[in-house]
Nanobody, 118 residues
Framework: VQLQASGGGLVQPGGSLRLSCAAS????????MGWYRQAPGKPRDMVAR???????NYTVSVKGRFTISRDNAKNTVYLQMNSLKPEDTAVYYC?????????????WGQGTQVTVSS
C-alpha cells in the first residue's frame, strides 16, 4: 500500500487547515489510520487515530480543535485542524495499519509541512 498526503501549508494562528491522506493498493486491508507529527528536534508523536469502525483517539493538546475522519470507500483519512497554534507547527505524517495476507504492518505517508505563524 502507498499513502499520499496533502493539504499542508502556512496559516496564521487561529486559522484552519485540512489534511488528506489517500491509500492505494488493493491487497492491503486497512484497519487503523491516523496522523503523527514531528517538530524540529522533537520525536514523532501521535496526533489522532481512527479505526475502521470510526472510533477515534486524540492527543490531549488537540482535543476540541482537531477532528479526524475517514472515508473507507476511498481509503482516505482526513484531519480537520481548527484554531491552529504556533506549537502545532510540524511535519504531519499519515499512517495506515493493516494486513496483507497474514502479515500486519504499518505504512507511512511522505509527510506534509504545517506552519502556523503570523
Amino acid at each position: 500500500v502507498q499513502l499520499q498526503a496533502s493539504g499542508g501549508g502556512l496559516v496564521q494562528p487561529g486559522g484552519s487547515l485540512r489534511l488528506s491522506c489517500a491509500a492505494s493498493g488493493s491487497s492491503f486491508s486497512i484497519y487503523d489510520m491516523g496522523w503523527y507529527r514531528q517538530a524540529p528536534g522533537k520525536p514523532r508523536d501521535m496526533v489522532a487515530r481512527i479505526t475502521s469502525g470510526g472510533n477515534t483517539n486524540y492527543t490531549v493538546s488537540v482535543k476540541g480543535r482537531f477532528t479526524i475522519s475517514r472515508d473507507n470507500a476511498k481509503n482516505t483519512v482526513y484531519l480537520q485542524m481548527n484554531s491552529l497554534k504556533p506549537e502545532d507547527t510540524a511535519v504531519y505524517y499519515c499512517y495506515a495499519w493493516g494486513r496483507e495476507a497474514n502479515k500486519f504492518s504499518t505504512t507511512w505517508g511522505q509527510g506534509t509541512q504545517v506552519t502556523v505563524s503570523s
